[in-house]
């Protein structure tokens, strides 16, 4: 009783913290986000160059890196300072040496290369503050045809209490206003959607 109560506070807290662009460090996040499922889906492979925008404290940064390989690169862009230094110091620690951070900018992530492979972005839609702006300036770093992997909360059900959340609709109708198309959603998650779109033709 006392085990489900906690976990109840940790989760109603967790996603009163994503809402507001923090998300609580889960122990049991890689449950129900699991990461290499994610990445499966999104068809990460060896020697791919990625972009990651918002990738907070690095959450999918370090297993992006690790699928992506020696040959392969991360661009972990965030506007957040802290967080940034917190996956530079991981990735020192680990010796993980194909992670790049990108400070980036309200409307534009800065990414440095113009050609990426995928740009990948969980939980970040719902937080930006000109989404429109940002995902039309995302354009400019994808390579023709690249996916743009967008993972978001379900709020069909928790909306009324977590209103930061997007609902699909307004996920769909602002990444549709930014000039992408929907490729296909992948729903085998408990909590999310994944999105994957690309650059309408
Ligand atoms: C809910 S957190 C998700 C972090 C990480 N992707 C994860 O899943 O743990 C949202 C992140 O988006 C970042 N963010 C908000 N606005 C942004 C912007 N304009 N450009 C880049 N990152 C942004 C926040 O600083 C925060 O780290």
Not at 133 to 162: C, D, Q, W
Request: a negative charge; aromatic letters at 6%; hydrophobic letters at 45%.
């Amino acid at each position: 009783m006392v085990k489900r109560r906690l976990s109840m506070i940790l989760m109603t807290a967790s996603l009163i913290l994503a809402g507001t662009g923090i998300v609580l460090a889960e122990t049991d996040r890689e449950t129900w986000q699991p990461p290499e499922q994610i990445l499966d889906a999104a068809g990460v492979r060896a020697g791919m160059r990625i972009g990651e925008a918002g990738a907070g404290t690095g959450f999918l940064t370090f297993h992006l890196a690790k699928r992506v390989g020696d040959e392969g690169v991360v661009f972990a862009n965030d506007i957040s300072a802290s967080g940034l230094a917190a996956i530079r110091g991981k990735a020192e620690r680990d010796g993980v040496s194909n992670i790049v951070t990108v400070m980036g900018e309200i409307e534009d992530p800065v990414f440095p290369e113009n050609d990426l492979d995928m740009v990948v972005m969980v939980y970040v839609l719902h937080c930006l503050e000109r989404p429109v702006r940002f995902m039309n300036n995302l354009k400019g770093y994808l390579k023709s045809g690249a996916p743009v992997v967008i993972v978001e909360r379900n709020t069909h059900h928790e909306r009324a209490h977590y209103p930061a959340f997007m609902t699909n609709r307004q996920i769909l109708e602002t990444i549709q206003e930014s000039g992408y198309e929907l490729v296909r959603t992948e729903t085998f998650l408990p909590r999310d959607t994944i999105y994957i779109y690309q650059i309408a033709r």
